[in-house]
């Protein structure tokens, strides 16, 4: 069965690093567009990233552009998201979902994973 | 500020017809197709509509959506207890790059 795995949330202080992670089985991995999308706590959703198929094209929202980056390898069907120079408007629970296109709905999402931005 | 502008919350009673408005521009509903999620508190959230008006295989009928211009709808008829959930509208904005949400509707079923 399809499943996205998701690990690598915490506690982290800010301005520091962190790197998050998305483990993909049930399905083939390299047809599906990834996204990372996020949620403040008591808040709504935000979308942050998508990358291609091959991993040689990505969109970013605006509130994460030169901080985060969205990465993934095929051969291990893995989705990354690189998590920089973090303040608390980073403290959310962190999504990862698969499409089929880049203009293509969120068919299928992971668990989620917390991460808190705080000194 | 949401790109997307939806109700904060809806409510109705066991049967009724609820409807959640979705309001957007030119770039983005105007210009795409929208989906909606539901997201039960705690949990991820799924897709509920998707190209304006498609169900996943599994979503009951009662669930339907529309759109017209640069605003969207999505209209859940017979509402029953489980409906209870926050509902999210999306689209592409071309002009931003980026997938944009509405805030969210918080629907209670009194």
């Known amino acids: 069965q399809v499943q996205l795995v998701q690990s690598g949330g915490g506690v982290v202080q800010p301005g520091r690093s962190l790197r998050l992670s998305c483990a993909a089985s049930?399905?083939?991995?390299?047809?599906?567009?990834m996204h990372w999308v996020r949620q403040p706590p008591g808040k709504g959703l935000e979308w942050v990233a998508l990358?291609?198929?091959?991993?040689?094209?990505?969109y970013y929202a605006d509130s994460v552009k030169g901080r985060f980056a969205i990465s993934r390898d095929n051969s291990k069907n893995t989705l990354y998201l690189q998590l920089n120079s973090l303040t608390a408007d980073d403290t959310a629970v962190y999504y990862c979902?698969?499409?089929?296109?880049?203009?293509?709905?969120?068919?299928?999402w992971g668990q989620g994973t917390l991460v808190t931005v705080s000194s | 500020q949401s790109v997307l502008t939806q109700p904060t919350s809806v409510s109705g009673t066991p049967g009724q017809r609820v409807t959640i408005s979705c309001s957007g521009g030119?770039?983005?509903?105007?210009?795409?197709?929208v989906n909606w999620y539901q997201q039960v508190p705690g949990t991820a959230p799924t897709v509920l509509i998707f190209?304006?008006?498609e169900r996943p295989s599994g979503v009951p009928d009662r669930f339907s959506g529309s759109k017209s211009g640069t605003s969207a709808s999505l209209a859940i008829s017979g509402l029953q207890s489980e409906d209870e959930a926050d509902y999210y509208c999306?689209?592409?904005?071309?002009?931003?790059?980026?997938?944009?949400f509405g805030g969210g509707t918080k629907l209670t079923v009194l």
């Open positions: 049930g399905f083939t991995f390299n047809t599906y567009i």
């Open positions: 979902a698969r499409a089929l296109s880049p203009r293509a709905h969120n068919d299928f």
């Open positions: 190209s304006n008006n």
């Open positions: 030119s770039s983005n509903i105007g210009s795409s197709t």
């Open positions: 990358i291609s198929f091959a991993g040689d094209k990505e």
């Open positions: 999306a689209a592409w904005d071309d002009s931003l790059k980026s997938w944009v």
